[in-house]
């Protein structure tokens, strides 16, 4: 008894054996899915991207053209990698040392936005939420809902859920401007107010 394809796959996409993936996904031209991956369901992957083994990818992952995801990189559900966007897989490459070993990870957490060109070192984690704006290089770790851009990456804001600047009053309250939802600041802790 066969199994059943249950995504999308351009012709000229390779997608080797031993990884998954999920439901309604579709992966576009030239792109390359390598072994023992895992991708969500309702993900696209766009034009000339790699999945490299070992890469996790939550369901409802957008991933724009020309980007490499390498191992040692996860993203959680609903996450957005712009249009030519850097991840890093070892801190200190040489061509002629081996460093496969020495593979750092990257967590990528539900919700968060990395803008096009932008460059993630590896070993850090991106909060919730967050929004690396175009061409940021991130060096360090990213609080949930921040809003970070620049060489080094620097945090300028606080973004909400739908990707709007919060502007928190005296009482230390926000809200979407979209969608009426408020947020709350604790020193550097944001939340949603239920």
């Given at each position: 008894?066969?199994?059943?394809?249950?995504?999308?796959?351009?012709e000229?996409?390779?997608?080797?054996?031993?990884?998954?993936i999920?439901?309604?996904?579709?992966?576009?031209?030239?792109?390359?899915?390598m072994?023992?991956c895992?991708?969500?369901?309702?993900?696209?992957?766009?034009?000339?991207?790699?999945?490299?083994?070992?890469?996790?990818?939550?369901?409802?992952?957008?991933?724009?053209?020309?980007?490499?995801?390498?191992?040692?990189?996860?993203?959680?559900d609903?996450?957005?990698?712009?249009?030519?966007?850097?991840?890093?897989?070892?801190?200190?490459?040489?061509?002629?040392?081996?460093?496969?070993?020495?593979?750092?990870?990257?967590?990528?957490?539900?919700?968060?936005?990395?803008?096009?060109?932008a460059?993630?070192?590896?070993?850090?984690?991106?909060?919730?939420?967050?929004?690396?704006?175009?061409?940021?290089?991130?060096?360090?770790?990213?609080?949930?809902?921040?809003?970070?851009?620049?060489?080094?990456?620097?945090?300028?804001?606080?973004?909400?859920?739908?990707?709007?600047?919060?502007?928190?009053?005296?009482?230390?309250?926000?809200?979407?401007?979209?969608?009426?939802?408020?947020?709350?600041?604790?020193?550097?802790?944001?939340?949603?107010?239920?």
């Open positions: 008894m066969g199994t059943t394809k249950n995504f999308f796959s351009h000229t996409s390779i997608i080797d054996e031993g990884c998954v999920g439901e309604r996904t579709k992966i576009w031209h030239f792109s390359h899915i072994p023992d895992i991708i969500g369901a309702d993900c696209n992957i766009g034009q000339n991207v790699v999945v490299s083994p070992k890469v996790v990818l939550g369901n409802n992952v957008k991933v724009q053209n020309n980007v490499s995801i390498y191992t040692g990189v996860f993203c959680e609903d996450v957005f990698l712009g249009p030519s966007m850097v991840f890093t897989n070892v801190i200190n490459p040489r061509s002629a040392i081996k460093r496969k070993n020495e593979f750092k990870e990257t967590i990528v957490k539900k919700g968060a936005s990395i803008g096009a060109n460059t993630i070192v590896c070993g850090n984690t991106i909060g919730e939420y967050a929004f690396i704006g175009a061409g940021a290089v991130v060096t360090k770790n990213v609080l949930p809902y921040a809003l970070v851009v620049g060489n080094p990456s620097q945090q300028i804001g606080w973004v909400s859920e739908f990707g709007h600047r919060l502007i928190f009053d005296e009482n230390g309250i926000a809200q979407c401007v979209e969608s009426g939802i408020k947020y709350m600041k604790n020193k550097e802790v944001v939340s949603k107010v239920n």
